[in-house]
């Protein structure tokens, strides 16, 4: 499961070769979490590569700094135009960006007035997230024994290194299980989301979501699957799900940056509808692929295409 490896990092304005893209061992990060984080993702299309939302997600990641009164050095723009310079300087063309502020090194103590706050942006090939087959053959989860992060605990908007403890929480009991995924309940016992994925049901034509307020994170991919969903002619709810909603909905499936649209085809090994991909997941698949990869128009305005020749710095 080695990651591959690229040419360049940008950390602080600067490209940095892959390999010397270091930080302290005392970094307030390493001991505290005290970390923000985005995943993006850039398709290659007919004019080159293209990066998904970008814009809204790093305005996400800004406001997640900003929950954490962490000011980076780099404005939004500057941090969009990085992004679309690591994918030109690698030369890539499908790939996930990883853009990060942390706290550095300075001093140990939980107080993190004083860290320095540091930027950085890599970008490297990830394929499918819970498999080669998931996005056609769906995957198998369960409800997990481990609960969303209360209101008022960790705010689960801010998308914040330290709340992927509970999501490796969720995680582990899935692989130990032998499922691809967990779904963690909020408090309440209501369904909130996947250890990295927002989840959709669909019940007698109908798209159901949890809202903001079931501890989930305010996904980009569920907003543009929202926004695609509508546009096919489906009405879409965000409501609050009772667990047993999801044994006896008709369809279900992840969004996310890195799981994409992904039908999960059984629930603590009930299975969901027939236990196959439903038409609607499909529909929403082709839409949500096509716009993504430049085959449909970009009708929304959501492909920032990377520059490449003269136009690439670093
Ligand atoms: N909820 C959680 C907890 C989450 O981590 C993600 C993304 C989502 C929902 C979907 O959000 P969006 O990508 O904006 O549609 N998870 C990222 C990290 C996955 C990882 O393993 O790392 C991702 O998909 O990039």
């Given amino acids: 499961m080695a990651m591959t490896k690229t040419d360049k990092i940008w950390m602080n304005g600067e490209f940095v070769a892959w390999d010397d893209a270091k930080i302290h061992v005392l970094s307030h990060v390493v001991h505290y979490g005290s970390s923000v984080f985005e995943g993006i993702r850039a398709y290659n299309t007919k004019k080159g590569p293209a990066i998904f939302r970008l814009g809204e997600h790093i305005e996400r990641f800004i406001n997640s700094a900003k929950i954490y009164r962490m000011q980076s050095k780099f404005t939004a723009e500057q941090i969009e135009r990085a992004c679309l310079d690591v994918v030109a300087v690698n030369k890539l063309t499908d790939c996930y960006l990883r853009p990060l502020i942390y706290r550095g090194y300075s001093h140990v103590g939980v107080n993190p007035i004083g860290t320095p706050v540091e930027t950085m942006i890599a970008a490297f090939p990830w394929g499918k997230y819970l498999g080669e087959e998931a996005i056609t053959k769906g995957v198998a989860v369960k409800i997990g024994t481990w609960a969303r992060m209360a209101p008022n605990t ?16 969720l995680k582990l009991e899935a692989v130990e299980d032998k499922y691809e995924e967990a779904i963690a309940l909020d408090t309440q016992g209501y369904v909130s989301e996947g250890s990295g994925e927002n989840v959709f049901i669909v019940i007698k034509g109908e798209l159901i979501t949890p809202p903001v307020s079931s501890s989930i994170l305010a996904g980009i991919t569920r907003s543009s699957v929202m926004r695609i969903a509508k546009d096919l002619g489906y009405t879409v709810r965000e409501a609050v799900i009772p667990r047993e909603m999801l044994y006896i909905a008709d369809e279900f499936f992840f969004t996310g940056t890195a799981v994409e649209v992904t039908p999960v085809t059984s629930v603590d090994r009930i299975p ?43």
Avoid at 154 to 169: F, T
């Fill in 272 to 314: 969901v509808g027939n236990g196959e991909r439903g038409p609607v997941t499909k529909a929403i698949q082709d839409a949500f692929f096509g716009i993504v990869t430049g085959e449909l128009p970009d009708r929304y305005g959501w492909l920032s295409h990377v520059p490449t020749g003269a136009a690439v710095r670093g």
């Fill in 154 to 169: 960790l705010p689960a908007m801010a998308k914040a290194g330290g709340n992927y403890l509970n999501s490796q929480l």
